[in-house]
């Protein structure tokens, strides 16, 4: 048998992830918040995260932030500015030479 870890995973497979100080800092106190180690942590937000992306490909559904909401938003509803190899292509598709 497998060791069993704090996660329960029997055989867990490990994963390296490099981090600047900072970042390693903020999971370091989100863990402290919830009481759990930074690994329990980064296993239960990375992985439950994962299976969003997963579930939401799977769906074809695209889960964006307000802030990613509003920039689609804006690109969608901003003025077309054609190149002129566009124009060109236009004007010949049009019949013009």
Do not use: C, H
């Amino acid at each position: 048998m497998g060791k069993t870890g704090a996660s329960g995973a029997a055989g867990a497979s490990p994963l390296m992830v490099r981090l600047d100080a900072a970042s390693k800092s903020v999971l370091a106190r989100a863990a402290e918040l919830r009481g759990i180690s930074v690994s329990d942590y980064v296993r239960q937000v990375t992985v439950a995260q994962a299976r969003k992306e997963v579930e939401a490909a799977g769906s074809q559904t695209i889960a964006m932030t307000p802030a990613e909401q509003l920039a689609f938003w804006a690109a969608l509803n901003a003025p077309v500015k054609l190149t002129a190899a566009q124009k060109k292509l236009g004007k010949l598709m049009r019949g013009g030479s």
